[in-house]
């Protein structure tokens, strides 16, 4: 994700009352990394109890440049990004998943809640504001959220065609003032073999809404004031043995409505293997 920005009064606090500023770009470029853990247990039949487990890797480089696009050293520390990678577990999901077919539909819905194991921040304006250093990267909100969704898939012929939408409504604010933005999204996916036996392939796409956030219940000017993202989807899937899968896909970003000035992304790859030895490789996804 890159984020380019003007650091200018009044928005960088305290040394503002130190006389003149001289305009300067902020170009900052935050890498993701996600390890993530998803697994389901049957329970009784049509019902399972399913777990997402995260671990984050969030590496942030920034540098500083006149409007010229020169190297620049600001006079004044920056209190607002540096130079850091940080590592840390997300909130973890649980859900119930409850599944049927009817008239050539199979339909699943899904309920549970996330568990505030991921690390928050003090209220990084409020500090800020302060000429103090702050942070804004969060691994998780510090509430407990509950989280919907539901899938439709109906196969015609070799296609299998699949709606779904998870989301994650957050109602409560968390020790330190914050409320994150309740996050929605849906996708619309075609898979197909093409007569191949250990291959896949599936294209679809996909919305991403994700609502402002709040600090002692404000709106502040900057941070995530709303983003709704769309995205092109492709996977390519190998059943390589008996019961195991391994898949690649892209996540392509197509159109970004952002509020505010936020960072933008190229996309998102994915790697992943599957593993259903219950049921046998036909299974695996």
Sequence with gaps: ????????????GPPCLQGPQQFY???????LN????????????HLSIQGIFTLRQNTDRIQFTTARGEPYDPP?????????????PMDPWLMLRAGTTL????????????????????NPFDLGRLG???????????????VVGASVDR???PVNLSAWTPNRFVLGTNGFG??????LSGGLTSASDFGLKQLSFTLGVVVLRELAERWGGVFEREGNLGRTDFLADATISWKFARGWCLTLGAKVLTFAFVEGEQGRYPGILTFGITTNPALGAEAAP
């Design 1 to 12: 994700m890159r984020n380019q920005h003007v650091m200018a009064c009044p928005y960088i």
């Design 25 to 31: 770009l902020h170009d900052e470029y935050i890498y």
């Design 34 to 45: 996600d390890l993530v853990l998803d697994a389901e247990l049957g329970l009784v039949k």
């Design 76 to 88: 004044n520390p920056d209190y607002h990004h540096r130079n850091e990678t940080l590592v840390g």
């Design 103 to 122: 008239g050539g539909f199979t339909l699943s819905g899904r309920a549970g809640i996330t568990m505030p194991l991921g690390a928050g921040v003090p």
């Design 132 to 146: 103090l250093p702050h942070q804004h990267i969060q691994f998780g909100t510090g509430t407990w959220d509950p």
């Design 155 to 157: 196969r015609f012929g």
């Design 178 to 183: 914050y409320q994150s933005g309740h996050k």
